[in-house]
């Protein structure tokens, strides 16, 4: 029943939010990761506080939203992940007549890995997060030494 549950959360995100919402909100969240660190750090001394407490804001949020949604979204896959183990283990444990156990075997088979997608190939697990927020602050980091 739980695996259920987690497969029409996919189904449902993948076919509503995942072609449009997602990159949408990965590249607009990461430009101002970029924008906000960036001047938080280089025009330190050139705006008033107000001004600066806006931008650090901004970088904040954007850390909080992508690290929060994009966790979401891989958890599902290591959560089913985690269900199909469980299924395994239920499985070599249980005692029934070998139809009934062929055909559990086989419709635990049947099942696979839940996946976020974000395009046709890639998708989300426990990590992008991480990696997103890396490739912001790269970004951040080239663009200070080449000023």
């Known amino acids: 029943m739980e695996y259920i549950v987690f497969q029409l959360h996919a189904g449902i995100t993948n076919v509503c939010l995942a072609p449009v919402v997602y990159p949408t909100m990965v590249s607009a969240w990461g430009i101002l990761i970029v924008v906000g660190v960036y001047t938080a750090i280089r025009l330190y001394y050139s705006i008033p506080l107000p001004m600066f407490a806006v931008f650090v804001a901004l970088a904040l949020d954007g850390v909080l939203v992508?690290?929060?949604?994009?966790?979401?979204?891989?958890?599902?896959?290591?959560k089913s992940e985690q269900l199909l183990e469980t299924f395994k283990i239920r499985l070599s444990s249980m005692k029934a007549d070998r139809k009934l156990m062929s055909l559990k075997r086989k419709e635990v088979k049947s099942l696979s890995k839940l996946k976020i997608k974000m395009g046709s190939t890639n998708f989300f697990e426990m990590t992008t997060p991480l990696e997103i927020l890396h490739l912001c602050l790269d970004i951040v980091v080239n663009l200070l030494l080449a000023s």
């Open 66 to 78: 992508i690290n929060f949604l994009l966790k979401e979204c891989g958890k599902i896959n290591k």
